[in-house]
């Protein structure tokens, strides 16, 4: 069966991450550096220090590479390429931060742009991480980061992925990302993205 780590993954399972991976034919493991919610692994980016090199058939982390330093990235990515197998591949989501300059371009930082499952979020908290929670003292919450799919891209290439497939939802206001560890055809990476970049 194969096997994808769930990095950063808080109270979510893998029925909360994309389609293929609610599937029964994957297994999940759950890693999070929050010693409250319930995870297989306790470990934090950027090391991945306890999990070990091409462990996992793929790795996804939602929504955790902003959190991190600007420093911080290029070890993350380098960690996450080394637990997945030869022909393995890492899913990335994130906020757009063009979506937000196009917001802070009309002087527009607080309006709500969309209404998450913990509430209304604006630019400002895409910038910076989301008020309420760091509010109630979840300082995990801050963001020290941000990307454009351009740089998104550029990151993941310079950590040594072989390739890389994403898009913007606008709608959504969000990065998706799908990098390999070998390279592959544009076919193969298209059917890729089309197969795992369905989120749920």
């Avoid at 109270?11 to 609610?22: D, L």
């Avoid at 995870?39 to 590479?65: M, Q, W």
């Avoid at 393995?88 to 371009?105: A, H, K, M, N, Y």
């Avoid at 209304?120 to 801050?142: Q, T």
């Amino acid at each position: 069966m194969p096997r994808f780590l769930h990095i950063g993954c808080g109270r979510k399972r893998k029925h909360q991450t994309v389609a293929a991976f609610a599937d029964a034919a994957w297994d999940e493991v759950t890693l999070d550096i929050d010693a409250n919610v319930e995870r297989d692994i306790v470990d934090k980016l950027p090391e991945l220090s306890k999990v070990g090199s091409d462990t996992f058939d793929a790795a996804y982390s939602a929504h955790n590479i902003e959190h991190l330093y600007p420093h911080e990235v290029p070890l993350a990515l380098k960690a996450m390429r080394r637990v997945i197998n030869p022909d393995g591949f890492v899913i990335l989501t994130c906020p757009d931060l063009q979506t937000v300059g196009e917001r802070l371009s009309v002087g527009d930082i607080e309006t709500p742009i969309y209404t998450s499952r913990s509430g209304p979020v604006s630019p400002l908290d895409m910038l910076y991480g989301f008020r309420p929670a760091m509010k109630g003292g979840n300082l995990y919450m801050a963001h020290h980061t941000g990307f454009t799919l351009k740089s998104l891209a550029n990151a993941c290439g310079q950590a040594g992925f072989a390739q890389f497939f994403g898009f913007r939802r606008p709608n959504r206001h969000d990065l998706w990302g799908l990098a390999t560890k070998t390279q592959k055809t544009g076919d193969e990476i298209q059917e890729l993205g089309k197969i795992y970049l369905r989120p749920i």
